[in-house]
């Protein structure tokens, strides 16, 4: 036993010392900056891929080749829920210049720990209810760049032909967020066809595409035409199916969303089973804030971003996607941003204007 | 022939020492599974040395930006090793028994859900939490008993009982959790903070007294186990249970209760997360914690005794906090994985030994028989 608290004590010293060589922050006059995801990480083609994107773009850097990870900027990705408030503290107390959590999920670890260390300044995305004088908070009109899907899955299913075609929306965990994207859509579709089917479903999971690939066959199978999915890497089963499908010749399609998902979808040269992709700019929020950073102008204050700043739009990247299409989107951000076309942000309001049919799966706070 | 006897002595008793000490096997095996882990982060060409040292910050904490040493970090360590301990000892009970509790995700669950019920709706009163946990415990008792019950009186699969409850208990605790106050699709509304475990020692972590509550339960597992009838019927009826049931022993009531005091011990474990300061609100899950799947590892790492599953829990613990450390240092998180991975994977080397063990016995009895 003796012989054992001794052998503890060594290692406990030598690994004191050890521990101790901590290597030095690189000497630079760049900012520093930490992103916290959910377990889904930076490989999930959308949302946290798209707040990496804009940090690895303010050091000029790219994705396949991010030179300064580690020195500069990292991600760390929490398996679990529990593990939120931990790794927070853990990012606070190796001092970066701002520590960027994604994601309404993290709203309350970061109230719990933002108050604790008033002199780090941490950014959060589609947040606007926590207040600090450290936290700047991004939120999105993701509605109105819904919308513009919206009116593109329709107007590409007027230009095939397509008689009485139906639509579907897949979403992850219900929120107020993502019932913003799922009536937006529904306004943008029902625009170009007032009678149109929507069908809806969610999958309660951002990671299970499984899922989503299963929902799609089965709405493929039944004559839905085009699907959106608002469910981070969930997602990415519907593009799976929406693929096979379009190899198979079937004429469907898939909408891609925060990122643009064009290239996921590529099944042959040119084609993809991806028509658009709803873009939420995330990345455009993470450089913004390390900008503030830089400059010194940093403040705690929520930050709008509608279509008009910047922060949504659509995706043209799909060459398959007619011009007739692209012309109605067009059209539509003009009238969004103008103010003639009000999309609305919650599912009450919606059905109370009749802009939405009544039965959708989704929830409001 | 006398010194001769003497130097041989030693030697021999070392490699029978370890062959018949479980303890010394599993720490080997945990030493191999580092091992090769840190020759796969070799292999692609990362620094184990930073694996290692993120092992150690997690273990002893590290210095901050300000030149103070920040225990922090072994705080959350500890705080983390509470649920792995607690649905160790679960599985742990259950193997004693001679069943296999796939269940302990679900009881987790049950024990979580109850709790946080309980916070919400009732009124606010000084020592809540305690009223939480025992409510957490006996909730998560009752979720395994069922199986116990079921497997005791009907023969039902226990294995396939106990997975298929791990999902009614999750999306039952989504049903319910939703129309809890203050619900909306992700949380429930803030929790009492009489409901709220106290911090100890390290306040500026995780840590809570639920260690101490980890400990007393490890305490009780070893006690119903090691110091009891009941514990002897437990054993008893694990070992072979028709054995067993000629002796007297009312295997079928041994089941049924084995199942209920293996299930306590994950429903508190829900509870201890629940209320262990990593939450402010109650969760709405929409998917499993898996605390109660690892539990099944750090069983078989502490090979069903409270006192290997308490440590074996802390090696969890560690590589738990240890994940968003390497992560700075570009070490890939799930490093740990496979660390946890290839030590269930080598735990089974146990059977190999038990094959050396018989031939060494088997040569020993030959040479003597030649004498």
């Known amino acids: ?365 | 022939m006398s010194s001769n006897e003497k130097t041989l002595k030693p030697r021999r008793s070392f490699i029978d020492w370890f062959l018949n000490s479980n303890g010394a096997t599993s720490v080997a095996v945990v030493l191999l599974g580092f091992l090769v882990a840190i020759i796969l982060v070799a292999l692609v060409g990362k620094k184990p040395g930073n694996l290692l040292r993120s092992l150690l910050i997690s273990m002893v904490g590290q210095k901050n930006n300000r030149g103070v040493w920040n225990f922090r970090y072994v705080g959350e360590t500890l705080a983390y090793s509470v649920p792995f301990v607690l649905t160790g000892l679960t599985m742990a009970f259950a193997c004693r028994v001679g069943l296999f509790n796939i269940g302990g995700e679900g009881q987790y669950v049950v024990g979580m859900t109850v709790a946080q019920a309980f916070a919400l709706l009732v009124k606010p009163f000084p020592g809540m939490w305690i009223a939480c946990l025992l409510l957490a415990t006996l909730c998560g008792a009752l979720w395994g008993g069922l199986v116990g019950v079921l497997k005791a009186k009907y023969q039902v699969s226990e294995v396939v009982a106990t997975i298929m409850l791990n999902y009614v208990a999750l999306y039952g605790s989504r049903l319910i959790s939703l129309n809890l106050p203050g619900a909306n699709t992700y949380k429930t509304g803030p929790l009492p903070s009489q409901a709220l475990l106290q911090k100890f020692l390290i306040p500026t972590s995780n840590l809570n007294i639920a260690f101490f509550i980890m400990i007393f339960a490890c305490v009780v597992y070893w006690f119903i186990m090691e110091k009891t009838r009941l514990g002897f019927g437990f054993r008893a009826t694990g070992l072979n249970k028709e054995a067993a049931r000629c002796s007297g022993i009312n295997v079928v009531k041994n089941i049924g209760l084995a199942m209920a005091i293996s299930g306590a011990f994950s429903g508190l474990a829900g509870a201890c997360v629940l209320l262990g300061g990593a939450f402010t609100s109650g969760r709405v899950l929409s998917a499993q914690d898996g605390y109660g799947f690892m539990g099944i590892a750090v069983a078989l790492v502490g090979n069903n005794t409270a006192v290997g599953t308490f440590i074996a829990g802390i090696l969890f613990g560690i590589l738990k906090e240890a994940q968003s450390i390497m992560q700075t240092m570009d070490i890939p998180k799930e490093i740990t994985y496979i660390i946890q991975g290839l030590i269930v994977v080598f735990i089974a080397l146990r059977s190999g030994l038990e094959l050396i063990k018989q031939q060494r016995a088997k040569a020993r009895v030959r040479k003597e028989a030649s004498k």
Request: glycine letters at 10%.
């Open chain 1, 1 to 365: 036993m003796k012989k054992l608290i001794v052998i503890l004590l060594v290692l406990t010293v030598a690994f004191s010392a050890f521990a101790q060589a901590q290597k030095e922050a690189a000497a630079s006059t760049k900012p520093t900056v930490r992103l916290l995801t959910d377990a889904t990480g930076i490989d999930d083609k959308s949302f946290n891929a798209a707040a990496w994107r804009g940090i690895v773009d303010f050091y000029g850097e790219t994705v396949e080749n991010p030179a300064s990870k580690g020195t500069l900027y990292d991600v760390i990705t929490a398996a679990s829920a529990d593990m939120y408030i931990p790794n927070l503290k853990n990012a606070a107390d190796q001092g970066y210049d701002l520590i960027i959590v994604t994601g309404f999920t993290w709203a309350d670890a970061l109230g719990e720990v933002a108050p604790l260390y008033p002199n780090q300044k941490f950014m959060i995305v589609d947040v606007d209810w926590l207040s600090g004088a450290n936290i700047r908070q991004y939120i999105y009109g993701e509605e109105q760049g819904s919308y513009l899907v919206g009116v593109a899955a329709a107007m590409q299913a007027k230009a095939d032909g397509i008689e009485n075609p139906k639509f579907g929306f897949i979403g992850g965990v219900p929120s107020a967020t993502i019932t913003k994207f799922e009536v937006g859509y529904v306004m943008g579709v029902l625009s170009v066809f007032p009678n149109a089917e929507i069908v809806d479903y969610y999958a309660n999971d951002w990671g299970k595409p499984e899922l989503a690939k299963a929902q799609a066959k089965a709405w493929y199978d039944n004559g839905v035409y085009c699907i959106f999915s608002a469910a981070g890497g969930t997602g990415n089963g519907t593009i799976a199916q929406a693929k096979e499908y379009r190899m198979a010749g079937k004429n469907v399609w898939a909408i891609g969303v925060d990122s643009d998902q064009y290239s996921d979808g590529i099944y042959e040269g040119t084609k993809s089973s991806v028509l658009t992709s709803m873009l939420k700019l995330v990345e455009n929020s993470t450089l913004d804030a390390l900008q503030k950073i830089e400059a010194g102008a940093f403040e705690g204050v929520v930050v709008q971003m509608d279509m008009v700043d910047g922060g949504v739009g659509y995706s043209a990247a799909n060459p398959e996607l007619s011009d007739a299409a692209k012309a109605a989107c067009e059209q539509a951000k003009a009238d969004i941003i103008s103010g003639k076309i009000k999309v609305y942000k919650t599912y009450k309001e919606a059905l109370a204007a009749g802009a939405v049919p009544a039965g959708l799966s989704a929830l409001d706070d």
